[in-house]
Nanobody, 123 residues
């Protein structure tokens, strides 16, 4: 059974950092994409970053370039290090997987989703 679990969210002051983790299990494919998305209250889900299973393809949304870093911790865990956080980074952060080879910014291309982890940036 496929399972995706996010962790690491919380409350942080502006300018602070958080590290999110995405743990996947039950997948039996060699090549896949892990994507991070976020959804703020009253807004649509937006793309944040993605990485392929080999770590060779990475993409970021313009809003987080230079502040967020995605990486593979091991075969089953993907990290999102978020620095210089701003109040507008607040939202529920979701991890998702698709059985492809190329990063995608489109939420509908992802097959499996986690339950999300709340990130709140506030003083």
């Amino acid at each position: 059974q496929f399972q995706i679990v996010e962790s690491g969210g919380g409350l942080v002051q502006p300018g602070g950092s958080l590290r999110l983790s995405c743990a996947i299990s039950g997948f039996a494919v060699e090549s896949y994409i892990i994507g991070w998305f976020r959804q703020a209250p009253g807004k649509e889900r937006e793309f944040i970053s993605c990485i392929n299973s080999h770590g060779g393809t990475i993409s970021y949304a313009d809003s987080v370039k230079g502040r967020f870093t995605i990486s593979r911790d091991n075969a089953d865990n993907t990290l999102l290090l978020m620095s210089s956080l701003k109040p507008e980074d607040t939202g529920v952060y979701y991890c998702a997987e698709n059985h492809g080879n190329f990063c995608s910014e489109l939420a509908w291309t992802y097959d499996y989703w986690g339950q999300g982890t709340q990130v709140t940036v506030s003083s």
